[in-house]
């Protein structure tokens, strides 16, 4: 059977399953965000999010209960209540753009004059962008006000995607920028997790026969092992918010089971435990704590005859 089995499962790369940590992934400040919408605890909704203590974590936060589901009503009654506040049009900008209505760009933008610090704004465009299937020419000014504030993971993701030859781009242009960002980012960062990504995109887009052979010829294979030396390998990766962290770690951990590195590939698997996420192991079956396991024990069978 192909390592890429299951080529069309592979729906969002956002996708969050239901491991043992559920989909909040153990992040407190997004679960506690969730919980105070759900009960319209408004303050309280503030407060988790004001204490999540870093862009990444707030983008959670807003990813978590996107998910999740917020009642419209609550919404629309939060914004004409709180006018002046920057959080209630960023939740219904953000539920909206993952719903891929072009409308969540008014509140988006009224988001962006109430916190012009705040890159989520401008990385929510981008998601809606890619939902709604725009091109990714019209959204380089998004990305380019999004990382002249903060350079967010799942924007990146979108618009690395946005540039695939399965969302309408070529593959040249997705590698081109998947090795520009591995460029310029520090060491550590999981925005490295693109070129694995970005490798993953490119054999579902050709599907070669021999997906080693494959990498190997476009430079990937040397290029995806370096790239994970220095990210989820590298001592500086121990200090990135826990999001970002745990899908660069899920990234690389099915990517390099794919280039046969058992070893390492079973060294990430072991440190993300159960908490894994949709994509990209659909990749590789169902996406199910089953899938999960067979992995595991595949690399477990694989990986001693690597390191003798």
């Known amino acids: 059977m192909s390592p890429l089995a299951n080529v069309d499962s592979m729906l969002d790369p956002q996708s969050l399953t239901a491991s043992p940590a559920g989909?909040?992934?153990?992040?407190?400040?997004?679960?506690?965000?969730?919980?105070?919408?759900?009960?319209?605890d408004?303050?309280?909704?503030l407060d988790a999010y004001t204490d999540a203590p870093s862009w990444e974590d707030r983008w959670f936060c807003?990813?978590?209960a996107s998910r999740s589901g917020v009642d419209p009503e609550l919404l629309d009654s939060w914004c004409d209540g709180w006018p002046e506040h920057v959080l209630p049009f960023l939740t219904r900008g953000a539920v909206h753009a993952r719903a891929g209505a072009t409308s969540s760009a008014v509140d988006l933008s009224r988001a962006s004059e109430l916190d012009p610090t705040n890159p989520i704004p401008w990385g929510q465009l981008i998601v809606v962008s890619r939902v709604v299937?725009?091109?990714?020419?019209?959204?380089?000014?998004?990305?380019?006000?999004?990382?002249?504030?903060t350079a967010l993971y799942e924007p990146h993701v979108d618009y690395?995607?946005?540039?695939?030859a399965n969302h309408g781009g070529t593959t040249?242009?997705?590698?081109?920028?998947?090795?520009?960002?591995?460029?310029?980012?520090?060491?550590?960062?999981?925005?490295r997790a693109l070129l694995a990504?970005?490798?993953?995109?490119?054999?579902?887009?050709?599907?070669?026969?021999?997906?080693?052979?494959?990498?190997?010829?476009?430079?990937?294979?040397?290029?995806?092992?370096?790239?994970?030396?220095?990210s989820v390998f590298h001592e500086s990766f121990e200090v990135q918010?826990?999001?970002?962290?745990?899908?660069?770690?899920?990234?690389?951990?099915?990517?390099?089971?794919?280039?046969?590195?058992?070893?390492?590939?079973?060294?990430?698997?072991?440190?993300?435990?159960?908490?894994?996420?949709?994509?990209?192991?659909?990749l590789l079956g169902p996406p199910t704590i089953e899938t999960w396991d067979e992995l595991r024990l595949r690399l477990t069978d694989k990986a001693p005859q690597m390191t003798r």
């Open 172 to 191: 040249e242009a997705m590698l081109a920028f998947a090795r520009e960002v591995c460029l310029v980012v520090p060491t550590g960062s999981p925005l």
């Open 23 to 40: 989909p909040s992934l153990g992040h407190v400040w997004a679960e506690r965000f969730r919980q105070s919408l759900a009960t319209a």
């Open 241 to 282: 918010p826990l999001v970002p962290a745990l899908k660069a770690l899920n990234a690389f951990a099915v990517v390099l089971s794919v280039l046969g590195q058992d070893d390492l590939a079973l060294m990430l698997v072991n440190r993300i435990g159960n908490t894994f996420t949709d994509w990209p192991l659909s």
């Open 160 to 164: 690395l995607l946005m540039l695939s």
């Open 133 to 149: 299937g725009r091109p990714a020419a019209d959204v380089e000014h998004f990305l380019s006000e999004m990382m002249s504030r």
């Open 42 to 45: 408004l303050n309280s909704a």
């Open 197 to 230: 990504i970005a490798a993953l995109d490119a054999m579902l887009s050709d599907e070669p026969k021999d997906h080693q052979a494959y990498l190997r010829e476009n430079g990937l294979f040397d290029e995806v092992l370096m790239a994970a030396g220095q």
């Open 62 to 64: 807003l990813e978590h």
